[in-house]
């Protein structure tokens, strides 16, 4: 159980409902622009805290991002060979197969792959692609801003640091993000199942707009936790009747925002569910990610076709600015390339109730600002 007794900086009394409710709904275009969804679509996001779109992608958009992962596998498998971790290159195997061979060798290889946040161009196109930046415009408006923090999550099979326990996802963010809409739409590249692991939301569970009491680390990972007995004492959902699994097919995908509680469930099957977490807010309220990566702008009401600088946004390494925030110069000049433990300034945020090899590495110096406006 978390302390009762002391505010932890993930605290804040302060709430928004608003910013998150039906309220905060755009006027909608009386003429539909491509990709866009119909009113009801929207409608349920903000009453509800999500939708699913079944049908949105051209299979080419996501055999492309297919591709891009491959390549990324390839890449991986190639730096554990040269390295001495792995004695076989399993390129015998598929997309959805190799990293689970390369893991049984090497522990922890799917976790050096979600550090590296190489945004390949397949990504970088899905992310801003046009009609999928129209959907977002449903939603906060013509002034749009990605992200900084966006994830491939390499789902292998029976893997706990890859099954995501309930959470919201200002619970990882500066508190600044308790006050700003943010999208998030997670995109399966394969059929999404609950065999598989795919998604669970908490209906409703964002309308008092206020970010719960989470934990930190979950089992042996990097992971924020929320109880369902706080979930419920602090948002007013019942998780048994409120939970919804988001079972989502290949071209489809989900859309979230930042204060929903959600989770992945664990896969069951012999197959690695792949999945992109790509995220958006508008630009005049721009929280990045503890001031450490700042996000890519999209898309302006004036500039509706805007050149987007992906490079300048890519060269930032968000995984070692979020390491450094919590750790000394030192200490990350002397990591490898092969280190499977991740840090960030999340785990600083919330009661320390479980440590792990994970949290073993943080130091005693203060981490970022908290910021509590």
Known sequence: MASTTKKWPGHQEETFPDVFNINAMPPQPKEKKPGQLPENMIRQFFEEGYVIVDKFFDKEELDACREAVTVQVDDLANML??????????KEYGLFERLTQIEAEFPGANIILHKLGKLPKAFR?????PRLLNVVEQLIGPDIMGHPVWNLRCKTPQN?????????????LDNRSYEVMQVTAWIPLLNATRENGCMEVVAKGHQTGKVATHTCCWGDTWYIMLGEDEMEKTLGVDVKRDTVLCAVPYGGMLLLNNMIPHRSLN??????????DLRWQRPDKSVGFYDLKEGVLMRTKEQPNLKIDFDSFDAKDRAKAAKLNVDTPEALQTE????TTIQGPWMKKWEMVHKNRHTAKLTDEPGATWHKN
């Open 160 to 172: 706990e640091a890859s099954t995501v326990p309930w959470h919201q996802d200002s619970g990882y």
């Open 267 to 276: 896969n069951v099957t012999k197959e690695i569910r792949w999945s992109l």
């Open 125 to 129: 196109d899905l992310w801003s692609n």
């Open 336 to 339: 490898d390339d092969f280190e």
């Open 81 to 90: 060979y040269r390295g001495g971790k792995i004695k076989n290159l399993y």
